[in-house]
């Protein structure tokens, strides 16, 4: 079933068939460097979600649970192990800093599809600190799970 234009072919639980869905998801993009956090509409294709990292390589990560979806964070895959100057921010309840701009789109559960990123901002913003500009470095361990990452950062000196 092709899509008309604007939109992409999906399945809807509610009618349990293929129908067409609307192109336009909530995503929500967090900015440390100019400390915003902010809803956008986007398609969440693999070429939207890079262009609002500002990434060409992607990373994610689950962020939350949100019963009938997930949302995830995307990253750039190299902003904590380039050795460069990033702007940062994490949130209190990790230690790990994210570097750069994230997207969080939200996933559904049952579909597997992207959705609306579910993640209240308010609540976001309750829980973000904002590191500024940092410097961050990566070692790896190696552990009997496999090779385990570790973050460390310092602030850059200006």
């Not at 939109?7 to 293929?18: A, D, L, N, P, Q």
């Not at 990292?53 to 750039?76: E, K, P, Q």
């Not at 940062?88 to 994230?102: E, M, T, W």
């Amino acid at each position: 079933m092709p899509a008309r234009p604007n939109t992409r072919v999906g399945f809807s639980k509610e009618k349990e068939e293929w129908e067409d869905l609307p192109m336009s998801l909530r995503a929500i993009v967090i900015d440390p460097e100019q400390r915003t956090v902010k809803a956008v509409e986007t398609a969440a294709t693999t070429a939207d979600i890079r262009r609002l990292v500002g990434a060409s390589g992607l990373s994610s990560f689950r962020i939350a649970d949100h019963g009938t979806s997930f949302d995830y964070g995307w990253v750039n895959d190299v902003g904590l192990m380039d050795g460069k100057p990033i702007y940062g921010f994490k949130f209190d309840i990790a230690k790990d800093p994210i570097a750069g701009r994230c997207v969080f789109i939200g996933v559904d559960k049952e579909t597997r599809e992207n959705t609306d990123a579910a993640t209240p901002i308010g609540f976001l913003l309750e829980h973000i600190i904002w590191l500024g500009l940092i410097v961050p470095e990566v070692f790896w361990e190696e552990t009997e799970q496999g090779m385990r990452a570790i973050v460390t950062y310092e602030r850059a000196k200006a």
